[in-house]
T-cell receptor
Framework: QQQVKQSPQSLIVQKGGISIINCAYENTAFDYFPWYQQFPGKGPALLIAIRPDVSEKKEGRFTISFNKSAKQFSLHIMDSQPGDSATYFCAASGGLQGGSEKLVFGKGTKLTVNP | KAGVTQTPRYLIKTRGQQVTLSCSPISGHRSVSWYQQTPGQGLQFLFEYFSETQRNKGNFPGRFSGRQFSNSRSEMNVSTLELGDSALYLC??????????????FGPGTRLTVL
């Protein structure tokens, strides 16, 4: 049972272009949606996160768009750079009742930015 | 602040053996979660500990167990290793904020190879 579906599996963009990664979820109890970036040999690092009370969040070149009715959210990387080449994971968790909840991850998108 | 540390970084075991992995969370973080990362299944939640108590558990067999100590350090143990247990095991720690939100910070992982 895959609760978070991520696409595409791989993505190649040119330097300066826009990278777009999409995720869809099934569980309406999810209320926290982070994106993680992972470089080879490293653990995932939090990039940006959103909660369903807003439709968009921007941090530098990274933007999350959130569509609650469609149960979809996406990551946009503006002005993509070769240093952005990494694997990106979307995730979701289902509310906090006094503590941390488990993250359900998408399968990941391998992004390659060509110079 | 030092990040999440995991030891050892690499481990080679044979089928049937058992293994113990260690995780030291970021200072002040009381929640520790463990994830298994494989190319086929992606990132999957194993379990989460808070104040020495297991609060959440993923869908893994009983061969996978863990514990947390009073200083928030955590260990996970896998008994009777199988070839399919070869994976990157990631530990993540988090600090509960006043509004009950938190962010999980991942360590570099322990690469376990089962021969």
């Amino acid at each position: 049972q895959q609760q978070v579906k991520q696409s595409p599996q791989s993505l190649i963009v040119q330097k300066g272009g826009i990278s777009i990664i999409n995720c869809a979820y099934e569980n309406t109890a999810f209320d926290y949606f982070p994106w993680y970036q992972q470089f080879p040999g490293k653990g995932p690092a939090l990039l940006i996160a959103i909660r369903p009370d807003v439709s968009e969040k921007k941090e530098g070149r990274f933007t999350i768009s959130f569509n609650k009715s469609a149960k979809q959210f996406s990551l946009h990387i503006m002005d993509s750079q070769p240093g952005d080449s990494a694997t990106y994971f979307c995730a979701a968790s289902g509310g906090l009742q006094g503590g941390s909840e488990k993250l359900v991850f998408g399968k990941g998108t391998k992004l390659t930015v060509n110079p | 602040k030092a990040g999440v540390t995991q030891t050892p970084r690499y481990l080679i075991k044979t089928r049937g053996q058992q293994v113990t992995l260690s995780c030291s969370p970021i200072s002040g973080h009381r929640s520790v979660s463990w994830y298994q990362q494989t190319p086929g299944q992606g990132l999957q939640f194993l379990f989460e500990y808070f104040s020495e108590t297991q609060r959440n558990k993923g869908n893994f067999p009983g061969r996978f167990s863990g514990r947390q100590f009073s200083n928030s350090r955590s260990e996970m143990n896998v008994s009777t290793l199988e070839l399919g247990d070869s994976a990157l095991y990631l530990c993540a720690s988090s600090f509960l904020l006043a509004d009950n939100t938190d962010t999980q910070y991942f360590g570099p992982g322990t690469r376990l190879t089962v021969l």
